[in-house]
């Protein structure tokens, strides 16, 4: 198809209202749009095609009719309007939904994606119904109506992807495979970055709480433990693997996690000190530390399997030896 499309977007140029835009610039927003929704699915499909096929093959399908549905709008600006598309998209539009980029949602996992694909169809049924009240040609509202009810359609599907792909061997396989992504990649390196920003970091904020008995002090020390070792966890975990043989992953997703997860670990027990009463700062410390340490404990029994009272008692008995030890030090 030798169609053009009219110059290009400028940056920082002011958006348009929707209720402003001619026949022939709705359409360019749909083609737009449906390019870039058999793009993001092609994606979709591509990362997912060796470890989760029936959700690639899904993806691919949708591609394909999003695909369909360019040609159509293509065609019938053709008919209307001629070879020269106007160069607007959805962003230069106020009030029309703006979706995520691909490359983001794919580091998330395939749940993230199949979401992503929900919403993207919603937003189109969304846009194309609007846009058929919008004009007064027949022809046009036809089709755009018509897609209004393709979409919704879509939407249908990736909602209900178990009707489209059964609950086959390697559908129930692709299940099981995610949740144990989620856990390798994403969980576990939270859970050890919150079990060590919680634990490791009791016994320099107690010791300077205690030495000192001054609130700001334990602050500060609690706010640098907490986030040197933020970004010492982090880097060690992002270094130690590459996730290539293991399946953890990427190491930079794993590394952001396990370094967040550790500053907030330290941070909670932290921020009491903020209060300047050191002993009402101390027992909020105290209470949000066993908070923190019960945290731990539901991760690893709603995550890792492990029996809830096993995992309670083993961080509260090191949480406690740690804070010991903190206190002993800090009070000689």
């Not at 979706?99 to 694909?117: C, D, F, I, S, T």
């Not at 929900?118 to 049924?125: G, L």
């Not at 002090?217 to 290539?244: P, Q, R, T, W």
């Not at 300047?276 to 909020?284: E, K, L, R």
Request: charged share 20%; aromatic share 6%.
């Amino acid at each position: 198809m030798n169609v053009m499309v009219k110059g290009n977007a400028t940056w920082g140029r002011r958006k348009r209202s929707f209720e402003d835009l001619s026949d022939a610039e709705i359409l360019a927003v749909a083609i737009s749009n449906e390019e870039e929704a058999a793009r993001a699915y092609t994606e979709f499909a591509e990362s997912l095609r060796t470890e989760f096929p029936d959700s690639a093959r899904m993806f691919t399908d949708m591609a394909l009719e999003e695909t369909e549905h360019r040609h159509r709008l293509i065609d019938l600006f053709r008919t209307k309007f001629g070879e020269t598309i106007p160069a607007i998209r959805a962003e230069d539009v106020r009030g029309v939904a703006q979706e995520r980029p691909a490359g983001l949602v794919k580091a998330l996992g395939a749940e993230a994606m199949r979401r992503q694909a929900r919403q993207m169809e919603a937003n189109a049924s969304r846009f194309y119904h609007l846009a058929a009240s919008r004009t007064q040609d027949a022809t046009i509202r036809n089709v755009l109506g018509d897609l209004a009810v393709a979409e919704a359609a879509h939407e249908k599907t990736a909602d209900e992807i178990d009707e489209k792909t059964p609950p086959t061997e390697g559908r129930v396989q692709e299940v099981e495979d995610a949740r144990k992504r989620f856990v390798l990649q994403i969980i576990q390196p939270g859970l050890v970055g919150l079990m060590d920003g919680s634990v490791s970091t009791l016994a320099p904020v107690f010791a300077a709480a205690f030495a000192t008995h001054s609130s700001w002090n334990a602050f500060l020390v609690g706010m640098a433990a907490s986030i040197g070792a933020g970004i010492s966890m982090g880097f060690a975990e992002a270094l130690a693997d590459d996730g290539k043989l293991s399946g953890r992953g990427t190491p930079y997703l794993r590394g952001l996690v396990c370094g967040l997860m550790t500053i907030a670990g330290g941070i909670g027990h932290t921020l009491p000190y903020l209060i300047q009463d050191f002993w009402t700062a101390t027992i909020v410390a105290g209470v949000v530390v066993v908070l923190e340490l019960l945290t731990i404990a539901w991760i690893q029994w709603r995550f890792m399997d492990t029996p809830p009272l096993a995992a309670a008692a083993k961080v509260m008995l090191g949480g406690a030896l740690v804070l010991a030890a903190g206190i002993a030090i800090g009070s000689s």
